[in-house]
């Protein structure tokens, strides 16, 4: 593989400083779907949601300062 084929696209630098405005609810709800079609149980319960979300959130913005200094 060349160089542009090795480079990654993520993480990314959110919009607005600290803030993503594309970063929503309705996001996680998209992504909730997409693994339900693919036979996976339903993401209904709280817990469930808050660990898919952050892990939707490092994989989009990568690993926070405290993540990195562990």
């Known amino acids: ?5 090795t480079e990654r696209a993520y993480p990314v630098r959110p919009l607005e400083g600290d803030d993503d405005s594309r970063f929503t609810v309705g996001l996680l709800f998209d992504v909730c779907r997409v693994i339900e079609r693919h036979g996976y149980p339903s993401v209904a319960r709280g817990a469930d949601l808050v660990e898919l979300q952050l892990a939707l959130f490092r994989f989009l913005y990568g690993p926070s300062e405290r993540q990195t200094q562990a």
């Not at 593989?1 to 084929?5: D, H, I, L, R």
Request: hydrophobic share 20%.
């Open 1 to 5: 593989m060349t160089g542009s084929q």
